[in-house]
Every structure is written in C-alpha cells, then in structure tokens.
C-alpha cells in the first residue's frame, strides 16, 4: 500500500474514530446523546422513526451514513448478513431484528472507538445474534462462502482499495448471495478531479466511483444482477444511491459475469441515465447505431 493510501486511510480512521468519541463522551441533547450529523443528505434522519425507536439511542446518534441498507436489502429470517463498515451498529442492529434468534448479523469495522461503541449498543438493545469484528473491507476476516447478505451503509466510497473490497464480498458471499448497498455514486461524465471539487474523500464525495465504474467493479469480481439506483443527489452530479447485486449460484460463472448483465444494443444499462457504451471505443449513440438498436434515443 502506498504512504498516500495509507495516509487516507488513517485519515478517515480518525475522523470516525472522533464520530464515536463524541457519541460517547461528548455534549448531550434532550433526549440522548447530540446526534453525529452532516448535513441532510447524511446520517440517523434516513430511517425511519419506527427504527429509530426500538435502538439505543447511542446507535441512532452515531448513523453517518448516505441511506437505509436494511430496508433494502430483503432480510429474511435465518439468515448471516455482514454489514462493511459498521460504525456504532445502527445496521447491524436492526439487521439482528429482521433475521431474528436462528439468523447472525456480524458487523465490520476498523475504528476501535466506533466498534467499542457498537459493542456496548449491542448490550443496550440486548442483541444476542450480532457480533463485531476488526478488520479493514478490503480484507474480511470470515471464511469464503458463509454470508447470505452483505451490506454496507455509505462505506465502500471510502475504501482506497475498491477491486479488493469487491473480490472479498464475492469470496464470503454463499453461492446465491446478495448484496444491497447504499453508497454515493458520480455521474459518468465527472472526472475524478471534478469530484474532488465537489467535497472531500473523508466526507464520501471525492473517492465515490462513477455508475460505469461501480458496475464494471462488480462484473470484474463475478457478481450478476447489477443495478445501481440514484435516490437523490448529495452534490452536483453525484448521488446516493442504492446498489444491488448477486453472487451467482452456479461455481465458475465468472468469464461469464465479466460481460455486462444486463448490455443490450452494444450498450451497458441502455435507456436508462446510466447507460454507457460496452465498446470503450464508440460513443453511446454509436453504439446503437452499429448495433442496429431499435431504442436510438
């Protein structure tokens, strides 16, 4: 790893690493403790009130996150989900609730402040089938295919190593597994310099991936059903949205998954905002245009 990626690293380790201090020891509100908020595009405001209730309110106060993984991600009772990422445990613990006493919800962070914080919220809410492991995304400490659902709360944009977060969730995923991920995702057309311009990677904006980039991660690590769902913008061209994807069930799928799922008129996501050309050569509309494609606009 190189000094600048570590350097990053650290330097979002400490940021959450303060989130979690200030939970814990800082000023209080009138009803618990001050929540850990940025603006209205991030934090505890994104769920609803009923799940908020039924949490600690330490775990509510900690939310830093762009969404709602777990009303997404179609929990099923009995299942083991990983949450990447897991700060205070607000996903891990309402994520414990959906798959209830014969399923696992295990939560992954880094950040020793925030995973003391998660375990005490665990305690609080009385979770017994959550757990909390320390571990970076890009290198999950759990067995290959042992997790049904991987979700992940406005994290992976972080991450200075995406291929490696990417190959891992395929590689504890079961055959058939799922991810549901909130994330922020830029538009094609910004570079990533024009992201930088629009905040800072700590503040989950300069390191997002494009839609194209996000998808051809994810087709490079042998997931299928790729969608990637914009739910509202956080800065210009950038957007938290929601991604999902499937681990195939069949063994070796992966030349397979390496071509786009879901291409058509030589282009990838076609007629959809997303769209891109799956020849890097031709433009969209040249694309369906040698295509012979029947939706030209």
Known sequence: ??????????????????????????????????????????????????????????????????GNPTAVA?????????????????????????????????????????????????????ATNAEFLKGTIEAIPLPADTIDVVISNCVINLSVDKPAVFAETFRVLKPGGRIGV???????TLTPAQRGE??????????????????????????TDITITPTRAVADGMHSAVVRAVKPAAADTRAEAREPADACCGVNACCTPAETSADPALTVTEAKSTSGCGCQG
């Open 1 to 66: 790893m190189s000094e600048q990626t570590t350097d990053l690293r650290e330097t979002v380790r400490r940021r959450y690493a303060a989130a979690a201090v200030k939970v814990t020891e800082g000023g209080s509100a009138c009803c618990g403790p001050e929540p850990v908020e940025v603006d209205e595009n991030f934090g505890s405001t994104l769920y609803a009130a009923d799940e908020r209730e039924v949490l600690p309110a330490e775990a509510v106060a900690a939310s830093l996150g762009c």
């Open 74 to 126: 179609e929990l099923r009772e009995g299942e083991r989900v990983l949450d990447l990422g897991s700060g205070g445990g607000i996903d891990v613990l309402l994520s414990a609730r959906r798959v209830g006493p014969a399923g696992k919800a295990y939560g992954l962070d880094m950040t020793d402040e925030m995973l003391t914080l998660a375990l005490a919220n665990a305690a609080r809410a009385g």
């Open 182 to 188: 909130s994330d922020v995702v830029a538009d094609d």
């Open 198 to 223: 629009r905040g800072d990677h700590v503040g989950c904006i300069a390191g997002a991936l494009s839609f194209a980039e996000y998808r051809e991660g994810l087709q490079a690590a042998g997931f």
